[in-house]
């Protein structure tokens, strides 16, 4: 079974996935694998510099993240551009990698993706999870997490889709603003159900 687990920036999808990987789930972490397609010399890497030119790279020639970050989430269509160049790549990885963990018999998949709807990798996935926390929760955490001002925090949370556009899609919604005990608790139910104990 494949679940794609998603929600917004700074839901907590590494502690929800951590918590997942600990039962016995495979996890694939779709920021990983966008990292891996912009390294330098792969396709996505060239058609970027091409695109938004040098002044994105740091001084040993690898794409500078929070800069680029800075000019596309301030910009919908040098968004757009970027997904349009990124997105593709990671869906052609993530698929590899769905492949090669059913074949090495894994039993439960979690693709952590947090815009897995908007990528349309939840064609991918047997089971969409919505991870939900309110937005000023949402806003917290990314500015300690990330060192963000709230301006910055604000623009990455407004790239993506909103929790109520995610619950459209989801089978299973999960609200990620309640005690870790609670959420751990509801992650052991939900597992028990899909892995039968396994």
């Known amino acids: 079974m494949v679940i794609g687990l998603t929600g917004g920036i700074a839901s907590g999808k590494s502690t ?21 397609v912009v390294r330098k010399g792969e ?12 002044d994105i790279l740091l001084p040993g020639g690898d794409i500078d993240r929070k800069k680029l970050g800075n000019i596309v989430f301030s910009d919908k269509e040098k968004l757009e551009l970027l997904n349009s160049i990124t997105h593709p790549e990671i869906i ?12 090495e018999g894994a039993k439960v998949i979690v693709v952590d993706a ?22 000023e929760t949402q806003l917290k955490r990314l500015a300690e997490r ?13 790239s993506q889709f909103t929790d109520e556009v995610r619950k459209k899609y989801a089978d299973v919604v999960i609200d990620n603003s309640k005690p870790i005990e609670e959420v751990e608790k509801r992650l052991e139910e939900l597992w028990n159900n899909i892995a039968g104990g396994e």
């Not at 929800?16 to 990983?32: M, N, Q, T, W």
């Not at 064609?123 to 939900?132: E, F, N």
């Open 16 to 36: 929800v996935s951590a918590k997942l990987k600990e039962l016995g789930a495979a996890v694939i972490d779709a920021d990983l694998l966008a990292r891996d």
């Open 43 to 54: 396709i996505a890497y060239n058609k970027i510099v091409q695109c938004f030119g040098a």
């Open 92 to 103: 052609n990885r993530m698929k590899e990698r769905i492949q090669e963990l059913k074949a």
């Open 114 to 135: 947090a815009i897995l709807i908007e990528m349309g990798l939840h064609k991918y996935v047997d089971s969409v999870w919505v991870l939900s926390v309110d937005r």
């Open 146 to 158: 990330d060192k963000y001002d709230y301006r910055e925090a604000e623009n990455r949370i407004n």
